[in-house]
């Protein structure tokens, strides 16, 4: 299902932003957050992320397997630019 996806623009205290999609109860007011667009996955949203931020964690309500806190683990992607 594609799903519209945004990354916020503040950094956490872990040193990422994180990932929402469109229909996510966290999802951040507009003027703070980056719309990167529609996706078909998960995998898709995060690469393209990376293009504004190098650290970019997903949100652990909606996109919890590219969470970065301890004990999830984290999806590795490899980013060729």
């Known amino acids: 299902m594609k799903l519209r996806y945004f ?3 503040y950094e ?3 040193g ?3 990932m929402h999609h469109e229909n996510c109860t966290r999802l951040l007011n507009p003027d ?3 719309d990167i667009g529609v996706h078909e996955s998960l995998e898709e949203a995060m ?3 990376h293009y504004y931020y ?3 964690s997903g949100c652990i309500h909606c996109c919890k397997p590219c969470n970065t ?3 999830i683990p984290e999806m590795h992607l ?3 630019k």
């Open 54 to 56: 190098t650290g970019v």
């Open 16 to 18: 990422y932003h994180q």
């Open 32 to 34: 703070k957050r980056i």
């Open 78 to 80: 490899t980013i060729v």
């Open 69 to 71: 806190e301890p004990g």
């Open 47 to 49: 690469l393209s992320a």
């Open 7 to 9: 990354v916020s623009v």
């Open 12 to 14: 956490q205290d872990d």
